[in-house]
C-alpha cells in the first residue's frame, strides 16, 4: 500500500523536512501580517479613488473634444482594476462627471467644477518646478551608477508628482544636471543621467530633521503605541547603528551586516519621503533594486521595522507607506500639489454623498409603495449616510472587494510579491 501511493504521490517528504517547511510557511505568514491601523488604512482607501477617477480623468482629457463614449471607457477598465460597469461608477460621483445621452449612445466628459480643478493643478505644477528638478537628482543621486531607465522611473512619476512630459519639460531643459542615455537605441533603454552633483541636494529627509531639532546625530522615529514592548526594543536595539546616509557610496558596507540594513531602511525612507502621499506600491519599489542595491526581499525588510513603515494589502496591492509622515489619516505636511489634488477628492466626495444620499431616498420610496412599514433605523441609516465619511460606501459593482490571504488569487499574487524577483 505504501508503495502505491509513493509510486502514484511522488517520493515522500521527510518529516524533519516536512516540519521544516511548515516552520518557514508559517513564519513568513505572520511576517506578512501587520497589525491594521485604522487611520492609515483609511488614508488608502481614499486616496485608490482618487487614483481610479484621476486615471479616468486623464482619459477623457486625452479624447477628441475631453469626451468619450461609456462603451470605450468600460473597455478600459480592465486596466483601471476596476469592475462593473462604467455608466455606473460615473454616476456615483455626479459632481466630477456630466453623462449625456446623444447618438444613440452614452457619453461622458467632466464637469464644469472639474475642469476648473484640471486648470489648477496644472497651474501649480507649473510653478513645482524646482520641487521636481530636486526629485529627480535626489532620485539619481541615490543610485549605484547615477543613472535611471525612463521606464522605471515613470513606475513612479505619479508619486512623484512628474508632468507627463518631465523628459521634456525638466531632463531636456537642464543638461547642466541630466542627461538622456540610450546606448541600446531602443525607447526601452532610455536612461536619464546625473551630469552634475549638487551636494545641497544630498541631504536626506531624517539629516535634515535632525538639524532643525538640534541633535547631532541622525535618527529614525518610531510611531507605535508603548504598549508593543518588543516592537519598540527591537527599534531601540536598531537605532543604535549610526545612520548611514542614502547618498553615500554603500559599498564599503558588508552584505547582510546591520549597518547596510540601516542603509537600506534609509534608502526607501527617503524615496517614500521624495512621494507626494509618503507611499508607494512595494512591487513598484522592488523594481529599483538593481539601481539601489536593494535586497531581494524587500518586504522582509520592510515589515521589520513597524515602527518606520506601515506594509498595508489594501485593495489587493502591497503598499508601503511611513508611519511618521501620517497623523491619523492626516499627512502632516502637504505638498502644494497633493492640497490642489485634494481638492478634487473633496469634489469626489461631495458626489459621492449626493449619490449614497438620492439612491437612499429611491429605496425608502420603493418600500413605501409596497406597503412596506418603514423602520427608524431605516431613517436614522440614510441621515447618517449623508454625512458619513465615504471609506465604506456601498460599491453594488464590486470593486473594492478585499481579498483574503487564503483566497486563491490573493494568495497567487502573495506568492508572487514575495518569492519572484522578476515581478512586473
Not at 511576517?31 to 491594521?36: I, P, V
Not at 529627480?136 to 508619486?159: G, P, T, Y
Not at 525638466?170 to 547642466?176: E, F, Q, R, T
Not at 552634475?196 to 535634515?208: G, K, L, N, Y
Amino acid at each position: 500500500m505504501l508503495t502505491r501511493l509513493t509510486h502514484r504521490r511522488g517520493p515522500v517528504i521527510p518529516s524533519l523536512q516536512k516540519l521544516q517547511c511548515l516552520s518557514l510557511l508559517h513564519r513568513t505568514f505572520s511576517l506578512w501580517s501587520m497589525k491594521k491601523d485604522p487611520d492609515l488604512e483609511s488614508a488608502l482607501s481614499r486616496n485608490r479613488r482618487w487614483i481610479v477617477n484621476n486615471q479616468i480623468k486623464n482619459i477623457i482629457l486625452r479624447y477628441p473634444n475631453q469626451e468619450i463614449p461609456i462603451a470605450s471607457l468600460q473597455k478600459k477598465f480592465k486596466t483601471l482594476d476596476l469592475k462593473g460597469k462604467a455608466l455606473n461608477w460615473l454616476r456615483k460621483y455626479p459632481s466630477c462627471f456630466d453623462v449625456t445621452f446623444t447618438g444613440n449612445e452614452h457619453r461622458c466628459h467632466l464637469s464644469k467644477r472639474m475642469m476648473s480643478l484640471v486648470e489648477e493643478e496644472e497651474s501649480v505644477s507649473e510653478s513645482q518646478e524646482n520641487a521636481f528638478i530636486c526629485r529627480l537628482a535626489k532620485l539619481l543621486m541615490m543610485s549605484v551608477n547615477k543613472r535611471i531607465n525612463v521606464l522605471k522611473i515613470n513606475e513612479l512619476k505619479r508619486n512623484l508628482g512628474f508632468p507627463d512630459d518631465y523628459v521634456i519639460r525638466i531632463v531636456a531643459k537642464y543638461p547642466n544636471l541630466f542627461r538622456v542615455v540610450n546606448e541600446g537605441g531602443r525607447r526601452s533603454s532610455m536612461e536619464i543621467e546625473l551630469v552634475h552633483w549638487d551636494p545641497e541636494f544630498a541631504v536626506s529627509t531624517v539629516e535634515i530633521a535632525a538639524r532643525r531639532s538640534g541633535n547631532t546625530r541622525p535618527t529614525f522615529s518610531c510611531s507605535l503605541p508603548f504598549s508593543w514592548v518588543k516592537s519598540w526594543e527591537r527599534f531601540r536595539e536598531f537605532d543604535l547603528v549610526p545612520y548611514f546616509s542614502p547618498y553615500m557610496d554603500h559599498r564599503e558596507l558588508l552584505e547582510g551586516s546591520k549597518e547596510m540594513e540601516k542603509r537600506n531602511v534609509g534608502l526607501v525612507h527617503e524615496v517614500l519621503s521624495l512621494t507626494l502621499w509618503k507611499k508607494a506600491s512595494i512591487v513598484k519599489l522592488g523594481h529599483f533594486r538593481r539601481e539601489f542595491a536593494l535586497p531581494d526581499r524587500l518586504n522582509v525588510l520592510l515589515l521589520k521595522h513597524p515602527g518606520i513603515f506601515y506594509v498595508s494589502n489594501k485593495y489587493q496591492i502591497y503598499t508601503v507607506l511611513l508611519r511618521e509622515a501620517y497623523v491619523g489619516s492626516e499627512l502632516v505636511e502637504k505638498d502644494p500639489l497633493v492640497v490642489a489634488k485634494e481638492k478634487f477628492g473633496e469634489l469626489m466626495q461631495e458626489g459621492l454623498h449626493e449619490y449614497n444620499q438620492r439612491r437612499c431616498l429611491i429605496n425608502m420610496e420603493k418600500r413605501r409603495k409596497k406597503g412596506v412599514p418603514l423602520a427608524r433605523v431605516d431613517e436614522v441609516k440614510c441621515k447618517r449616510r449623508r454625512s458619513e465619511n465615504a471609506d465604506s460606501d456601498d460599491d453594488e459593482d464590486g470593486d473594492n472587494k478585499p481579498g483574503g490571504l487564503f483566497d486563491p488569487e490573493e494568495r497567487k499574487r502573495f506568492y508572487k510579491v514575495l518569492f519572484d524577483d522578476d515581478t512586473s
